[in-house]
């Protein structure tokens, strides 16, 4: 059981990313599924989530930039990230859990992603 990210990187101040998240040993569309970042200091953020299978929430900081997907053919989630800014630099981690389970099960390996100005 893993999820294993890639894409992301480094893009200049107003470019765009996207990351991949490609689960295995489960199905995706029976979790909620999540992305977070961290910053050296700082505690882990959710920045957006896909809950019900429908609902999406995302962080105050990121809306209207980002978008959380899913493509349950694929078994894999997304984040594509745009109007990146270099407050957006962090390492990102997707995350999936159960529904109604506070604990996040299952994590990703994170990476980075640095937004320059």
């Known amino acids: 059981v893993q999820l294993v990210e890639s894409g992301g990187g480094s893009v200049q101040t107003g470019g765009s990313l996207r990351l991949s998240c490609a689960a295995s040993?489960?199905?995706?569309?029976?979790?909620?599924i999540g992305w977070f970042r961290q910053t050296p200091g700082k505690q882990r953020e959710l920045v957006a989530r896909i809950i019900n299978g429908v609902t999406t929430n995302y962080a105050d900081s990121v809306k209207c930039r980002f978008i959380i997907s899913r493509d349950n053919a694929k078994n894999t989630m997304y984040l594509q990230m745009n109007s990146l800014k270099p407050e957006d630099t962090a390492v990102y981690y997707c995350?999936?859990?159960?529904?109604?389970?506070?604990?996040?099960?299952?994590w990703g390996q994170g990476t980075q992603d640095t937004v320059s100005s």
């Open positions: 040993g489960f199905t995706l569309d029976a979790y909620t």
């Open positions: 995350a999936a859990k159960r529904p109604g389970i506070s604990e996040w099960d299952y």
